[in-house]
């Protein structure tokens, strides 16, 4: 059983903002860096941004100064506050383990954003 739950999402215009949330199992979060992937249709899943179990943040290139992201280690959750959206940021959400390979393979449901012009 998966243990991610991703919520947030929605349709917004560009130009605005979203926050994206996280919960994750104990043994997956604990101790592990936590990131943000998005996929959009057609296109493979890609890192957005990623924090350290100390709270380190690291982000993409493409969303350098917009995206924020932050961990609540006392609620294993993961937040990506989200400014000044494009259409070209529309996919799907998931949170999971920068790259622990025990989790590589398993994801949740994910959470839809959608960015109109």
């Known amino acids: 059983q998966v243990q991610l739950v991703e919520s947030g999402g929605g349709l917004v215009q560009a130009g605005g903002s979203l926050r994206l949330s996280c919960t994750a199992s104990?043994?997956?979060?604990?101790?592990?860096?936590m990131a943000w992937f998005r996929q959009s249709p057609g296109n493979s899943r890609e890192l957005v941004a990623s924090i350290s179990s100390l709270g380190m943040p690291s982000y993409a290139d493409f969303v350098q100064g917009r995206f924020t992201i932050s961990r609540d280690n006392d609620l294993r959750m993961i937040h990506l506050q989200m400014a000044y959206l494009r259409p070209e940021d529309t996919a799907v959400y998931y949170c999971n383990t920068r790259d622990n390979p025990i989790y590589a393979n398993s994801w949740g449901q994910g959470t839809q954003v959608t960015v109109s012009s």
């Open positions: 104990r043994n997956r979060f604990t101790g592990n860096t």
